[in-house]
């Protein structure tokens, strides 16, 4: 569970939103009131925490939990308007274990996440992915489709396994080559389509998840 303490609700509605989107399980909170009445029920993995709040703002609260015994090792990224060195470096001080100044994108937002959970120990992980009727167990690197196995090259599950983690987001052939394959694009390659082509025919109907968005790239449609 990711806690996000943010007073816009425009923010707060998108983060929480991407979170879900990619596989997180997130809640959002207006103000440090809130958000301390939630951490006497839940211990989140992660905070993302504006520092321009209603009440206590965003560093006063990170002191505040950085000097409980119960929460002082949550991970928390601080978000704000504020760009300057001087508040960066307070909020680091204080004990943030990363920063962004708004506005930020979302899939950079998702990567720093993931970041700061592999440094703190606490890195989600997930052993079942689910997209429609397709099943992916990570662990035991299986592909179900109404328990009915498929089978599936390595560069295929990987290349499926991703798509599913980030569902929702279109990406580039440069960026699933870059991914799946380890290497910078050059010119033209059709590498990453024949493998989008062979593993949505190994999938049969249910590879119509699998969308391609025209003169972008491909991605897995929610549903």
Request: glycine share 8%.
């Amino acid at each position: 569970m990711i806690f996000c303490v943010e007073d816009d609700p425009n923010i707060r509605d998108l983060v929480v939103y991407t979170l879900h989107s990619t596989g997180f399980e997130a809640t959002g909170f207006s103000s440090g009131e809130a958000l301390f009445a939630a951490l006497k029920k839940e211990t989140p993995e992660l905070i993302l925490l504006d520092i321009m709040l209603p009440g206590e703002d965003g560093i006063q609260i990170l002191k505040r939990m950085r000097a409980s015994v119960d929460w002082k090792a949550i991970p928390i990224i601080l978000l704000t308007a504020k760009g300057t060195e001087f508040d960066k470096v307070t909020g680091l001080d204080s004990g943030a274990d990363d920063y962004l100044t708004k506005p930020f994108g979302m899939m950079e937002l998702v990567s720093r996440i993931k970041a700061v959970l592999r440094r703190s120990g606490q890195k989600k992980t997930q052993a079942e992915l689910t997209a429609g009727e397709i099943v992916l167990n990570v662990e035991e690197h299986r592909v179900l489709i109404d328990d009915q196995e498929i089978s599936l090259t390595p560069k295929e599950f990987y290349l499926l396994s991703y798509l599913m983690e980030n569902q929702g987001f279109v990406f580039s052939r440069e960026k699933l080559l870059s991914k799946i394959w380890g290497f910078d694009y050059y010119g033209e390659t059709r590498t990453g389509d024949v493998h989008i082509r062979s593993l949505r025919q190994k999938l049969g109907p249910a590879g119509d998840i699998i969308e391609t968005v025209r003169g972008v790239g491909y991605r897995i449609v929610r549903k």
